[in-house]
Nanobody, 123 residues
Framework: QVQLVESGGGSVQAGGSLRLSCAAS??????MGWFRQAPGKERERVAS????????YYADSVKDRFSIGRDNAKNTVYLQMNSLKPEDTGMYYC??????????????????WGQGTQVTVSS
């Protein structure tokens, strides 16, 4: 059974940093990424990475603050979050797509989701 296991969430003050990790149970994904959902809001895309090329995408709200990377040997994707803001607070979900050529930014294309890890940023 495919599994995505997130870790690294927590509470931090504004301006601080956190690093999220997502360990996948297999290596045959086309791309992986992170989405987040704040209370009362819709799930939104944060960042994604194409596992073969390393090409990446970032939402405008996190550009220049967040960085996504991958370690293909470990089937793991990371999200380094710097200069965190209170509006970054939410549940962060790891996501994976197996379909080659799919748009990795769009939630309806996601084949697998992790259980989520909470990130709380206080002002």
């Amino acid at each position: 059974q495919v599994q995505l296991v997130e870790s690294g969430g927590g509470s931090v003050q504004a301006g601080g940093s956190l690093r999220l990790s997502c360990a996948a149970s297999r290596s045959t994904y086309y791309c992986m990424g992170w989405f987040r959902q704040a209370p009362g809001k819709e799930r939104e895309r944060v960042a994604s990475i194409y596992l073969r090329s390393g090409g990446s995408y970032y939402a405008d709200s996190v550009k220049d603050r967040f960085s996504i990377g991958r370690d293909n040997a470990k089937n793991t994707v990371y999200l380094q979050m710097n200069s965190l803001k209170p509006e970054d607070t939410g549940m962060y979900y790891c996501a994976a797509i197996t379909d080659s050529g799919a748009d990795c930014r769009e939630a309806p294309n996601i084949n697998y989701w992790g259980q989520g890890t909470q990130v709380t940023v206080s002002s």
